[in-house]
């Protein structure tokens, strides 16, 4: 099987383009492992759709699968320009999210970054944290300072807090217009970046007062920086890079 390895601020998947496999969360748990594979925070799937111009599914480092990636389907737009199924900067792609629109930005013809627009969020307040979705789920906590908090220690209890499991952000205000967001994600554990977790942040920031609407908000995670911005009607738009990091072939 060929794939390519890809990351958006070292949040990595393996892309594969082709059918989704029988044995599809088996083999993320496979290729994911960082000793024994590849190593990735999961495998993410690329095909034809009936209803956009491709579809993506998403399979994190224990199998489970996802229902939308915002660094995923920034490398995903990538993929498909850079392998020539589309010459198109503009596309739609089907996740199990719903549809999402995104626009690729070349410099001298080559992708390096990519806009999504990730929809609106729904939001339930908390006393010291909210829960958001925006097609996954997200406990976004506001704590006073982020690099003290032991994600490995926090992230599990709270990600099974929540039934079904949860991703968890700590995110920390740093100026009205940037915040610092260290994450735990369901079914991968600590990554350095989760795009859906920066939108989640951002929206629960707006939300409080925090951070103002219709303005871009820079969400500085461990992996680099991704632009946010949370506009007054709630819809939700994401900037950020997507690079390659290398393409493989491996015997199943």
Request: glycine share 12%.
């Amino acid at each position: 099987m060929r794939f390519t390895k890809m990351q958006g601020l070292g949040n990595d998947y393996l892309y594969i383009y082709g059918p989704v496999p029988e044995d599809a969360e088996a083999l993320s748990r496979r290729l994911s492992d960082r000793h024994f594979g590849p190593g990735a925070d999961g495998l993410i799937f690329m095909g034809p759709s009936e209803q956009a111009d491709f579809s993506m599914r998403i399979f994190n480092a224990d199998g489970s699968e996802a229902g939308m990636c915002g660094n995923g389907i920034r490398c995903v737009g990538k993929y498909l320009y850079d392998h020539g199924y589309t010459r198109k900067h503009m596309l739609v792609i089907e996740t199990r999210a719903g549809l999402r629109q995104l626009t690729l930005h070349d410099e001298a013809g080559k992708i390096v970054s990519a806009s999504v627009e990730m929809g609106n969020a729904t939001i339930v307040p908390g006393r010291t944290g909210d829960l958001v979705d925006l097609g996954n789920p997200h406990l976004v906590l506001f704590v006073p300072y982020a690099e003290a908090v032991d994600i490995t220690k926090e992230g599990p209890k709270l990600e099974h807090a929540v039934p079904g499991g949860t991703n968890v952000e700590f995110v920390q205000v740093l100026t009205p217009n940037r915040l610092r967001m260290r994450v735990w994600e369901r079914g991968s554990g600590v990554t350095l970046a989760c795009g859906t977790g920066a939108c989640a942040s951002a929206a629960a920031a707006v939300r409080r007062g925090l951070c103002p609407a219709d303005t871009p908000i820079e969400l500085v995670l461990d992996g680099g920086s991704l632009f946010i911005t949370v506009r007054a009607d709630g819809s939700i738009q994401m900037e950020g890079p997507a690079e390659t990091v290398y393409e493989g072939e491996i015997k199943l």
